[in-house]
């Protein structure tokens, strides 16, 4: 990533990051995502880091001047970032409201609709032509995604839990006599 600040349009950045592409995408196979498929948390955890190389070959593309710049910059964004924080969000949200830790498919279209924006933003840069209208739709994606995580999400935030983290009796002060 410092090559790319850097030195964007280097040979030697380009090398780097399809390196990092490499080494990310060893690191995500390693980790058997296809065995999370029945929970659409874990799938999307694993969706937005597929992101990370997907976005260092952007870099890698970009600095051999094949792609455009902010193609990878938007892939990383809006798919590695964005899909990370969507899919963090809903699990920490069922885990610290008493709710079991198991995405709906209300979760799961979300995830899908910010990770078709995460595709078809970068695809803007490859055909400038029809840049607005992908725009338009990678910016509903985003909006669809973020909006249906708060009508699922909104409620559990805004009430209170149905059990606590920890029993409180065990937070109460001990006295200790001398």
């Given amino acids: 990533l410092a090559g790319w600040v850097l030195l964007p349009e280097s040979r030697l950045t380009a090398v780097l990051a399809l390196m990092a592409a490499t080494v990310q995408a060893?690191?995500?196979?390693?980790?058997?995502?296809?065995?999370?498929?029945?929970?659409?948390?874990?799938?999307?955890?694993?969706?937005?880091?597929?992101?990370?190389?997907?976005?260092?070959?952007?870099?890698?593309?970009?600095?051999?001047?094949?792609a455009p710049e902010n193609a990878?910059?938007?892939?990383?964004?809006?798919?590695?970032?964005?899909?990370?924080?969507?899919?963090?969000?809903?699990?920490?949200?069922?885990?610290?409201?008493?709710?079991?830790?198991?995405?709906?498919?209300?979760?799961?279209?979300?995830?899908?609709t910010l990770f078709a924006a995460a595709l078809l933003?970068?695809?803007?840069?490859?055909?400038?032509?029809?840049?607005?209208?992908?725009?338009?739709?990678?910016g509903i994606g985003w909006i669809v995604a973020f909006g249906l995580f708060a009508i699922e999400y909104g409620p559990m935030l805004a009430f209170a839990r149905r059990t606590p983290l920890r029993d409180q009796s065990s937070c109460a002060p001990t006295r200790i006599n001398m």
Wanted: glycine share 16%; net charge positive.
């Fill in 121 to 138: 933003r970068p695809l803007a840069g490859f055909l400038p032509d029809q840049a607005s209208v992908l725009y338009a739709l990678a």
């Fill in 26 to 66: 060893t690191r995500l196979a390693r980790w058997h995502g296809w065995r999370g498929g029945s929970e659409p948390i874990v799938v999307a955890l694993h969706a937005a880091y597929v992101f990370i190389p997907l976005g260092h070959g952007g870099i890698a593309l970009a600095a051999l001047g094949y």
């Fill in 72 to 112: 990878a910059l938007h892939g990383l964004t809006v798919g590695a970032i964005g899909g990370m924080m969507l899919a963090v969000m809903m699990r920490t949200t069922r885990g610290h409201t008493g709710k079991p830790v198991r995405g709906s498919w209300v979760s799961a279209l979300a995830s899908g």
